[in-house]
């Protein structure tokens, strides 16, 4: 299968992982292999890396794209909120011995999930109202459209989309599969589009896009699973060793740079804590101080990096 692949601020996430021909990396979110393919080949001739995606198709095309990296990659099928896991069975060892060097975390959805129309990731293709990551998933985010409440769809637009016009478009979307269920990305995008007033359909983005964006998040529980990554990636670091977190939308941005800054702090107690009760001892030093997002000229040459946004941090500690 030929599937253009460009993955975003490539250069970027390897100089802030730093990868040695020692060392051993997680890419957590493979998708097609193009991060993955850069930091093996900053690590020859020993470094390894261990590539997890919920994607068994991307699996597939990340296995023969990199398949001259064998020997030094392990592909696995899985969530990276269960990495302690996935690596205690893919290491042989404990999860307390099971350690690496650096995690990369690329989140959102691949070019090859959104250009594939029977994946129903996106508004600009015909397709089944779909949205998982994984087919082994239950819940399809036609099963959310035509099941939810007014009010749920509302919440869901508004929590993970942060539409502005959540109401309406949930009150429209109820209307609408009474008179038949919504089963296709086409009708749900003209949903939408019924939904807002005229005015509000000129911006620079599709007026789908964040009722498309607030589906696939809920589907997956993408928010949750990327909290709960953050701190498991931080847990199976290396002293010195080194997490990456490119991001695409605001909700994702700020988990992890308020995650960041929570494993970085010598105290989380209450602000008006008189003396510090917590005894919480810091695990990262933040490297980015803002975020890293892609040049002028990578956003030319891949307009879907526009969004995109890197942070860093490196794990202190004992060793």
């Avoid at 205690?88 to 691949?110: C, F, N, R, W």
């Avoid at 999930?113 to 082994?136: E, I, K, N």
Wanted: one cysteine or more.
């Amino acid at each position: 299968m030929n599937v253009p692949h460009t993955p975003v601020l490539v250069s970027e996430a390897v100089e802030a992982l730093k990868p040695k021909s020692s060392g051993f990396y997680v890419d957590g979110t493979i998708g097609l292999g193009g991060h993955a393919a850069a930091i093996l080949q900053a690590c020859p001739p020993n470094g390894r890396l261990l590539g997890i995606d919920l994607d068994a198709a991307a699996l597939a095309i990340a296995r023969e794209r990199l398949r001259e990296y064998e020997g030094r990659l392990t592909l696995a099928q899985g969530n990276f909120a269960d990495l302690d896991q996935i690596l205690e069975k893919h290491t042989h060892q404990p999860k307390a011995d099971a350690k690496v060097d650096g995690i990369l975390l690329d989140l959102g959805v691949s070019s090859l999930q959104l250009d594939t129309p029977d994946r129903g990731f996106s508004f600009t293709h015909a397709g089944p109202l779909d949205m998982r990551m994984s087919r082994s998933q239950s819940l399809s985010a036609a099963q959310v459209v035509n099941q939810s409440t007014e009010s749920e769809l509302a919440h869901i637009f508004t929590r993970f989309g942060e539409e502005r016009w959540s109401r309406r478009i949930a009150h429209r979307v109820v209307q609408a599969r009474k008179v038949q269920p919504i089963s296709t990305t086409l009708q749900l995008a003209e949903v939408v589009l019924q939904a807002i007033p005229q005015k509000a359909t000129r911006g620079r983005i599709h007026p789908a896009t964040r009722v498309f964006q607030a589906l696939r998040i809920y589907v997956n529980n993408e928010l949750k699973n990327l909290h709960a990554g953050i701190d498991c990636a931080v847990s199976t670091l290396k002293p010195d060793g080194r997490i990456c977190v490119i991001s695409f939308h605001s909700l994702e941005d700020r988990i992890v740079k308020e995650r960041f800054r929570a494993l970085s702090r010598a105290c989380i107690c209450p602000p008006k804590t008189p003396i510090c009760v917590c005894h919480h001892t810091p695990s990262l030093q933040i490297l980015t101080k803002r975020p890293i997002t892609p040049k002028p000229d990578e956003i030319r040459q891949n307009p879907r990096s526009r969004s995109a946004k890197l942070r860093a941090a490196v794990r202190i500690g004992e060793s």
